[in-house]
């Protein structure tokens, strides 16, 4: 039973940016931005479980398949924009019914998505990174948590 949830955000560059003819990846491998990276580093030294949230596929767990490269992010219109309803589907079919507590490693404009998400009622969200003016700060902080083994 999965208590304590660390979701990350996905990031616009992916592997297939770099090697075209990569294929199908685990979710785990397809992201490659710094602040990716980071978020990925500390999720896995502070946390049992963590997924990643896409815009397109919506939570993804680390061995969750993405089928190849696309560009879709939340706050636009885009026509395969996951929808709040699909989101809510995915905690249940992925086992997170049970969480008390999400960590969201992104910026502002998660704070207008995971809450449509999980029931805010029943789960503890933070958002650690929410305060940063900017990536570089987002970076830095993640960066101190890491060096130091400190969590946010």
């Known amino acids: 039973m999965v208590k304590r949830l660390c979701i990350i955000p996905c990031g616009k560059k992916k592997i297939w ?8 990846m685990k979710a785990k ?12 580093a500390y999720a896995r030294m502070f ?8 815009a397109k596929y919506g939570l993804l767990l ?10 879709v992010s939340f706050g636009t ?13 995915q905690v249940k079919e992925k086992g997170l019914l049970q969480v008390e507590q999400v960590v969201m490693l992104g910026g502002k404009k998660f704070t207008n998505v995971v809450p449509h998400i999980f029931d805010s009622n029943k789960v503890n969200i933070n958002y650690p990174l929410s305060d940063c003016k900017g990536i570089g700060y987002m970076l830095q902080k993640l960066d101190y948590a890491l060096k130091h083994r400190v969590e946010m």
């Open 47 to 54: 946390f049992d479980h963590w997924a990643i949230l896409s």
């Open 29 to 40: 491998h397809v992201y490659r931005s710094a602040l990716h990276r980071k978020c990925q």
């Open 77 to 89: 219109n885009h026509s395969d924009l996951i929808s709040f309803q699909a989101l809510q589907r």
């Open 17 to 24: 940016d770099d090697d075209p003819e990569a294929g199908i």
């Open 62 to 71: 680390p061995d969750d398949i993405v089928p190849g490269n696309y560009d």
